[in-house]
């Protein structure tokens, strides 16, 4: 019975997990902040940004019609999607029109619209630190018609059309297994020893838990856009059943809490909290130092997750940071019914908060060291359902930042046409022409990433490409 119960601090808490202590925020936090083996926080702090890099992710959740973010605007493509759109169309005269003349790109030439509440999208494209990528989706590998996709022998993502497989592949870039790692998590894995300061994860999300951020040895670090959000709730009482316990902490703590377990319990909790509370301070006190500026950010949660997302890079010298990741989600765009109108709220939205980050980045002057992306969970459907749109494949996502060659719209847009080889069925669901692995590689490779790691970090890239020998093959970045 003694022997039974032997155990050494590491394997309970690597058994355990804490999770099955309470999902209270407190163990969320030290979880989080991956304080359970190292030691105290550190005070240590970067003489200038050297080689800091940030990278900001914003889900457009629900699977956003991005054919009426970025719409075709010459007049035979436009009458192709007016007529296929039909209530859902916006006119020629609402839109900013944009060109993407730069580049050997299959867009070079075209001339597109933009939803006439993209005003700071179309300013910051104009200036060419913004750009598009067309017809983007998950893949497994290249689909080039639909004789390829019905009769090709090609493997292809799980669940298409499906939100929750969709939203995770995303995520994960694995689109043939239900992967609990993302690609942010990977390039942590990969690039954290570029951190001075172990007890602030590199991904911090201001969106809770996600895949995306998830690592194999790192977590996200989970705060609110206020200061006074960034630490710990109350933690409930053990023995009582009220609070957040649950029936797994009934079932398998119940033997871990016996008394040849006490003292590794309250020794152990006594470090978790000392540690958290330790990392929390270093956390708070960095932000105590943040500069103050001009940028106005409007209050909208998007607005304030990205306001956050400035002050943190601001300070990321007090932080031991030369790299960081940041998540947040913008949910509701599955629009089914009352499309228009409920684009019409969001999409200024989405774009004042865009353009007050890299009026604050540029502020800072680390425009150049940032790139903010949108993903979505999938494209929607060219045609009407009579007020919205359905679950697609392709669709269009953006890039935005000092290093990104914007001005372009990257990818094969297609023509709006039904009979185009790429269209699956009579509702316009498009195979997309460039996969998300493609984007994330190229991201990945201007983070720091080396292209002989990139097949950890995207275990399908090679399916796509020789970045040995083509490191850059949509361009993406200068």
């Known amino acids: 019975m003694g022997h039974k119960h032997k155990i050494s601090r590491r394997k309970f808490l690597g058994q355990a997990s804490c999770a099955a202590l309470g999902s209270t925020a407190f163990l969320s936090t030290a979880l989080q902040l991956g304080t359970i083996n190292t030691a105290a926080a550190r ?4 003489s200038n940004m050297g080689d800091y890099k940030a990278i900001v992710c914003i889900l457009l959740a629900g699977g956003s019609d991005s054919h009426n973010f970025l719409v075709p605007y010459d007049s035979t493509e436009y009458d192709n999607y007016a007529r296929l759109r039909s209530n859902l169309a916006l006119t020629q005269a609402q839109m900013h029109q944009i060109s993407s003349l730069r580049g050997n790109i299959p867009n070079a030439g075209r001339d597109f619209g933009l939803h006439p509440a993209f005003d700071r999208v179309s300013q910051i494209y104009e200036a060419e630190h ?6 983007i989706g998950t893949l497994v590998e290249p689909v080039q018609n639909t004789n390829e996709l019905w009769y090709g022998n090609k493997s292809l993502p799980l669940g298409l059309y499906s939100h929750a497989d969709q939203i995770m592949q995303w995520q994960t870039s694995v689109p043939t297994d239900r992967s609990a790692v993302g690609v942010a998590g990977r390039m942590a894995d990969m690039l954290k020893d570029m951190n001075t300061i172990d007890e602030i994860s590199m991904n911090i999300s201001l969106d809770g838990r996600n895949r995306f951020q998830a690592g194999n040895s790192v977590v996200e670090y989970s705060i609110g856009n206020e200061i006074d959000e960034i630490g710990i709730e109350s933690f409930p009482t053990w023995w009582n059943r009220s609070g957040l316990l649950t029936e797994v902490r009934d079932e398998t703590v119940q033997n871990m809490v016996e008394r040849t377990y006490s003292n590794i319990f309250q020794d152990t909790y006594g470090d978790l909290t000392k540690q958290t509370y330790e990392s929390l301070e270093l956390f708070k006190n960095a932000l105590g130092r943040r500069p103050g500026y001009s940028t106005p ?17 601001s300070v990321q010298q007090h932080l031991g940071a030369n790299r960081q990741i940041f998540f947040t989600t ?9 499309m228009i109108a409920s684009q019409d709220r969001m999409i200024p939205v989405l774009d004042g908060a865009i353009g007050s980050m890299y009026d604050a980045l540029t502020e800072r002057g680390i425009l150049d060291k940032v790139t903010v992306m949108t993903i979505s969970d999938f494209g929607r459907t060219i045609t009407t359902n009579g007020d919205g749109s359905d679950h697609a494949w392709g669709g269009n996502m953006m890039l935005m930042g000092g290093a990104v060659n914007g001005g372009n719209v990257y990818g094969d847009y297609p023509d709006v046409d039904l009979n185009h080889p790429r269209n699956i069925d009579e509702r316009g669901r498009f195979i997309p022409s460039t996969s998300c692995d493609e984007m994330y590689a190229e991201l990945a490779l201007w983070f720091g990433v080396s292209v002989n790691d990139l097949s950890y970090i995207l275990p399908n890239i090679g399916n796509f490409n020789d970045y040995s020998t083509n490191p850059s093959p949509i361009g993406l970045f200068s």
């Open 330 to 338: 913008f949910g509701g765009w599955d629009h089914h019914d009352d």
């Open 297 to 313: 950010f409007a209050d909208t949660s998007l607005s304030q997750d990205l306001r956050m997302m400035a002050d943190i890079m």
């Open 130 to 135: 913004l750009a598009f990528i067309s017809n």
């Open 43 to 46: 005070p240590h702090i970067l």
